[in-house]
Nanobody, 117 residues
Framework: QVQVVESGGRMVQAGGSLRLSCEVSYSITSFKAMGWYRQAPGKQREFVARLSSGGNANYADSLKGRFAISRDNAKNTLYLQLNGLKPEDTAVYYC???????????WGQGTQVTVSS
């Protein structure tokens, strides 16, 4: 069973920065892609960023330039650097390991990011 565990979320003031981590109990380069999603209160879960097995990164258009996705293959860990945080970035941030076959992939339990104004 693949375990996905996010960490690093906390309360931060607007304009601040955070780095979220996603540790996976399996080689992260064996997955088709690793991604970050977020869900704000009362809203649907939305795509944040994605990193393919080949190292190609994609971002939600509204977040380009502020967020950066990266990974440490040796640690089987995915990261999300959040800069210039805004109150509207407040959400639970989830990590997903997407498999090469059809299916929901593997999700973590999420980590809460709260941005105060």
């Amino acid at each position: 069973q693949v375990q996905v565990v996010e960490s690093g979320g906390r309360m931060v003031q607007a304009g601040g920065s955070l780095r979220l981590s996603c540790e996976v109990s399996y080689s992260i380069t064996s997955f088709k892609a690793m991604g970050w999603y977020r869900q704000a209160p009362g809203k649907q879960r939305e795509f944040v960023a994605r990193l393919s097995s080949g190292g190609n990164a994609n971002y939600a258009d509204s977040l380009k330039g502020r967020f950066a996705i990266s990974r440490d293959n040796a640690k089987n860990t995915l990261y999300l650097q959040l800069n210039g945080l805004k109150p509207e970035d407040t959400a639970v941030y989830y990590c997903k390991a997407a498999t090469w076959t059809t299916g929901p992939g593997y999700w973590g339990q999420g980590t809460q990011v709260t941005v105060s104004s």
